[in-house]
Each structure stands twice: as structure tokens, then as C-alpha cells.
């Protein structure tokens, strides 16, 4: 009996915080250009997790967000880069963090998933497991663009403290930026795949390791339940254990669109935290919710595309 194909979908986000308008445009067309990558390769027949690595690597490439090159600084002045791919299918999982030579952590983030027993690695190991499988180091400085070194100059000369303070911190608040990443996608075997990459947050200590490649916090993917993909302030998503908490409620029946709603109240009501989701499950249904003043993403299927900026008083398609 002939399998069944599936309509692909894919969806994108680029970050949720205060957008500021002279920057819409550019994210736009930074969560446009990924959803193209993406989605060549989903109408070309290629597995979910191809897709959501050509979209995610299209985003590290470009400087608008905060992921590869152009990522935030550390306190100490250096680019370090956490990433995950998640397989619905096998429930493998790769995950990187605390890199500091990798141009797409989300390539090495794949490599572990495929190539690996493990499904972390971090630091030095991890860099010394992408050379020993073909990925090229490069320089830090290649990393880091002069808006990041001014941004970090002016943020200290304010004398701020570190922005990753889980507390209740009025330094961390939807306004401060979270232009991580991260894409979820359906192919046409029906199989789901989640990733995210980030350069983490804003004069952060080194070492620290935010929710997005963390499994099961900002990413998680698993064809029973759905694929999710968070961004926003991640110490109170790991709190939260939030992606797998969404993708739970999907396989208890919900809609994606109702349950990422809900996610975001709970991360607002039980932690005071903000951010953002996008939520897919095996059906192809979608979900987007945020809580900051704007979230960039998009969606396509074979029917319809969207790609844009939204305010948090939008409401988002189904």
C-alpha cells in the first residue's frame, strides 16, 4: 500500500521583543529569505530536518538576529553560541553550547544529532568534534560585528548588571532583545522537526547556556506530540520545561494556536517571563503566540504564506 504524502508546512520565527520600527523591514526579510530556504527543500521532497537547518542557517547568516555572526556579546567581549535540532520521528536530538569558532552552530547542532551517541556537547569538545567531522573553526572575531561591541560598551557604561539575572530583574523585560531563532517543519512523510540557534543574551557570564538548545525548553519535536520552538528570556522557559509542556498539550488534544496561548499566559502567570512560540503539529495545524511587544515569523504551506512583524495586540492566523 502506497504511503500516504503529506502536505509540507513550515514556520519560522526570528525573535520576540520590542522591534524597534527601523528594524521591521530587515527582519522581515531575514524570516522571508529563511522560509524560502526552508521551503525549497520541503517542495523538493527533503526531510524536515533539511528544511528547518537551510532556515535556521539563513538567519546565523544574517547579522539582523542574534544567532552566528552578529550575535550579542559576552561580559568578556566574545560571541558564544548555543543551538538544537530535534527529529520527530526517532525523538534524536543534538544539541550544542558555549562555542566560540562555529560560523552555523545549528550545522554542528545536526551533526551531533546524526553522528553522535551523545546529544549534547559543548565548549571545546564540541568544536573538537565538528573538526573530526568536517566543519571548519573560525576566528571569534569573524563572529563579531562593531553594532555588538557598541552595544556592549553602552550597556556597561550604564552599569547594568548581567541581563541573564533570573530573578525578577527589571533589566530583563520584553523590550530587551531575544532575536533567537528557530524553525519547526512537517514533510511529506509526516514527519516533525524542530530547531533553534541564539548568541544567548546581552552581556551574559560566560558559560551561560539559555533555553534554546536546551531539550524539551526551547525546542522539541516529536511526531505524536507536535514541534515547538520558543524565544524570549530563557532562564524561566527552562523553569518551565515550557516546548515540551506545549507539545504535551497538543497530544492531549488541543489546537497548536490555543495551546501556544496558553504557554505564554503560563510562563507570564507562574514566572513573570515573557517571550514567544510557534507550535506545529502532525496535522499541519500551526500556533504562534507571544507576549512581547512584537515577534517576527512566518508560515507556508502548499495554500498560503505569511511573513511579518506582529504586534502583541495582532491576532495570529490558524
Known sequence: MTQQRISPVLIVHGGAWAIPDDMVEAHQRG??????????????????L?????????????ETFDAGRGSF??????????????????????????????????????????????????????????????????????L????EVERLRCFKAAGKPDSTFAGASAEVSPATSHDTVGAVALDASGNLAAATSTGGTLNK??????????????????????AVSCTGWGEPI??????????DRVQEGDAPQVVAQ?????????LNGHGGMILLDKKGRIGAFHSTPRMVWGFKNAKREHVRVEDSVTKHPR
Open 205 to 226: 557570564t560566560p558559560g551561560r547556556v539559555g533555553d534554546s538548545s536546551l531539550i524539551g525548553c526551547g525546542c522539541y519535536a516529536d511526531n505524536m506530540k507536535a
Open 238 to 247: 527552562m523553569k518551565l520545561v515550557l516546548g515540551k509542556w506545549a507539545c
Open 73 to 142: 556579546l559576552t561580559s568578556d567581549g566574545r560571541v558564544q553560541l548555543d543551538a538544537l535540532m530535534m527529529d520527530g520521528k526517532t525523538l534524536r536530538a543534538g544539541g550544542i553550547g558555549c562555542v566560540e569558532h562555529i560560523r552555523n552552530p545549528i550545522r554542528l547542532a545536526h551533526k551531533v544529532l546524526t553522528e553522535s551517541p551523545h546529544v549534547y556537547l559543548v565548549a571545546e569538545g564540541a568544536e573538537r568534534f565538528a573538526t573530526e567531522h568536517g566543519i571548519a573553526l573560525c576566528d571569534n572575531n569573524e
Open 262 to 270: 496558553q504557554a505564554i499566559i503560563y510562563l507570564k502567570n507562574r
Open 144 to 147: 563579531i560585528i562593531p553594532r
Open 31 to 48: 524570516v522571508r529569505a529563511a522560509m524560502a530556504a526552508g521551503w525549497k527543500l520541503l517542495a523538493d521532497g527533503e526531510n524536515a
Open 50 to 62: 533539511a528544511a528547518v537547518e537551510a532556515a535556521v542557517v539563513a538567519m546565523e547568516d544574517d
